[in-house]
């Protein structure tokens, strides 16, 4: 019932959303995504950036909110000049500000319909090939804001 509502309010907001075998457009394009909400714990050595400014053998611990739909999630990249390049993951880091995760919290291990767009992973602080850069978050299940 819940997939039904959120298809049809992708269909009504004119909103690409994700179908069996077919890739989602990259950034700057606006995208429906839905999955079982995670918070994930990450180990990674220092970027050359990190180690820069924080020395040689440098590593950060994070913990992010991922979102982990029923099916893997794919981009597709046309470059200019070059084949096109297709990026696929079964889960997606949420790109967010503070109050985003305040917001998301208590949906934790629940179901949840996202906006927002998806581009790939650029720096040692993407734990996923593919990250998600959400748009105002909903506070609760029946928020419509």
Known sequence: MMRRVVLALVSMLGLPAATAGE???PE????????RLERRGFVALADA??????GAGYRHDAVVYVLRPAASVCVQYMEEG???VKIEADA??????PQGYERLRPRLGEHVALRGTLSEAETAHHHTPLVFLVERPPSSPSSSD
């Open 23 to 25: 890739c989602l457009p």
């Open 28 to 35: 700057p394009t606006t995208v429906t995504l839905e999955g």
């Open 49 to 54: 950036e990190d180690e820069e400014e924080e």
């Open 82 to 84: 070059s084949a096109a």
């Open 92 to 97: 997606v880091q949420l790109l967010l500000d």
